[in-house]
């Protein structure tokens, strides 16, 4: 048996003070009463006139704190308690006019929601809005404590974890995780208790390397701007970085700035670059999309890859982020947050190479105060540095989530999942009760 080799993916250095292996959604507490049944509805989101898929949409349950997202091919599975099927649907998505849907008018399946894209007139810009890009997102930060939910929440969070050989599924992990969050103006750090989880890996596949996710759905926390700014735009980091206005969009007929920020020139340490989406009334990140500069391709390695074969050189080709906000009552919350990071792997005397991309998300369904304000005690929950492990389940369960919102997979991880069902199948009927998938 070959030993396996690791490639482990660590923290970023001080320097550049981002702490994170794979973004992941996360959303608020589950609340649904034992004696409360539920209703699923799934459907897909698309633009009205083009047709396309409406990537990452919102689904919210009005009145309430449950919600969902499309996953990338537009489609979404929404719970909702029975008790609240008189209620509307609320559906978003940034540049697009909000609808609201009555419950009532939504089938089991095949619901299909079509969003009008909004124009934004170059009248409607705010002329009381700073002429400083830089010093409008450094307003935006500074104000988190009035705009954010700043109570102590307990938030439930679906989390989906994949490592795919080029275009093929390799490893699957899920998990439910419960989030006792912080007050957005506290020093003190996000909670995380797993709940539920499950992972299949095919080992077979993945040459003599074992890729492990160091940090697990806790690093997504961290991708929420607003609670940990410092992880990348700390007072002493501002002035690496310049600030441009783009074209201004809207989300929930609200006026969005679209404001681009990439690394200056002749700067060594890897930085990011991207786009923030800020409410121009009052000054609230929205959403974030960037990317870091991995033109250094050593430095960003170094941030990376902790372990690696010594017959082979490992670099990422790319890695990307994304954070969405969504609004209660007028007070925003981190909603979902998902990371994109591929790597090469050139194996000495080996004509062609290895790519793998690892990829999470994490989307909150539900949220509650923490009117206690009780966290978990420190060894029931997830630590910092925490690697989800084959000792799971499989993918054998049906209703394993039960009554637990989820994105809906999509139809390559779908086909992945029933292929492991059929291994694990396989081997029971074999006596061994288990398979290569699940070792």
């Excluded at 099927?85 to 089991?108: A, D, V």
Aim: charged letters at 30%; proline letters at 4%; glycine letters at 4%.
């Amino acid at each position: 048996m070959k030993k396996k080799s690791s490639l482990i993916v660590k923290k970023s250095p001080i320097s550049v003070r981002f702490v994170m292996l794979l973004m992941v959604m996360i959303l608020g507490p589950h609340v649904f009463s034992q004696d409360d049944g539920f209703k699923e509805y799934v459907g897909e989101v698309y633009d009205i006139e083009t047709k396309k898929p409406l990537i990452f949409a919102t689904l919210t349950l009005e009145n309430t704190n449950i919600s969902t997202i499309t996953n990338t091919e537009g489609e979404f599975s929404l719970k909702v308690p029975e008790s609240n099927t008189s209620e509307n649907i609320i559906i978003s998505f940034l540049g697009y006019r909000t609808k609201r849907i009555p419950i009532l008018q939504f089938k089991p399946d095949d619901n299909e929601i079509g969003m009008t894209e909004l124009v934004t007139q170059l009248s409607e810009v705010n002329l009381s809005i700073p002429k400083d890009a830089r010093a409008l997102v450094k307003e935006t930060l500074k104000k988190r404590g009035e705009n954010y939910i700043n109570n102590p929440t307990v938030m439930t969070a679906f989390y989906r974890e994949t490592i795919k050989r080029r275009r093929q599924n390799v490893s699957l992990s899920e998990a439910v995780v419960n989030i006792y969050k912080a007050p957005y103006t506290s020093n003190r750090n996000d909670a995380l208790k797993l709940f539920k989880a499950r992972k299949s890996t095919d080992y077979s596949k993945l040459d003599t390397v074992a890729l492990k996710l160091q940090g697990g759905p806790f690093n997504a926390l961290f991708v929420d701007m607003v609670k940990y700014p410092n992880y990348i735009f700390a007072d002493d980091l501002f002035e690496y970085y310049d600030f441009s206005f783009a074209n201004s969009t809207r989300v929930d007929d609200k006026l969005i700035y679209v404001i681009k920020f990439e690394q200056k020139p002749g700067i060594l340490d890897p930085l990011y670059t991207g786009k923030l989406y800020i409410d121009v009334d009052n000054k609230i990140l929205t959403s974030a999309i960037y990317s870091l500069n991995i033109t250094n391709r050593n430095l960003a390695a170094q941030m990376f890859v902790r372990k690696k074969p010594r017959n082979a050189d490992v670099w990422p080709t790319e890695v990307a982020y994304r954070v969405d906000y969504r609004e209660k009552d007028g007070k925003w919350y981190y909603g979902y947050s998902n990371v994109l990071m591929e790597f090469k792997i050139n194996w000495d005397k080996k004509l062609f190479n290895s790519v793998y991309s690892m990829s999470c998300e994490m989307a909150i369904t539900d949220w509650e105060e923490n009117l206690s304000n009780d966290i978990p005690k420190y060894k029931d929950r997830i630590k910092s540095d925490i690697i989800l492990t084959d000792e799971a389940v499989g993918f054998a369960d049906p209703d394993f989530w039960g009554e637990y919102n989820i994105i809906e997979p999509e139809k390559s991880i779908e086909s992945a999942i029933k292929k492991i069902q059929r291994q694990l199948k396989r081997g029971k009927i074999d006596g061994n009760g288990t398979s290569a998938a699940s070792q």
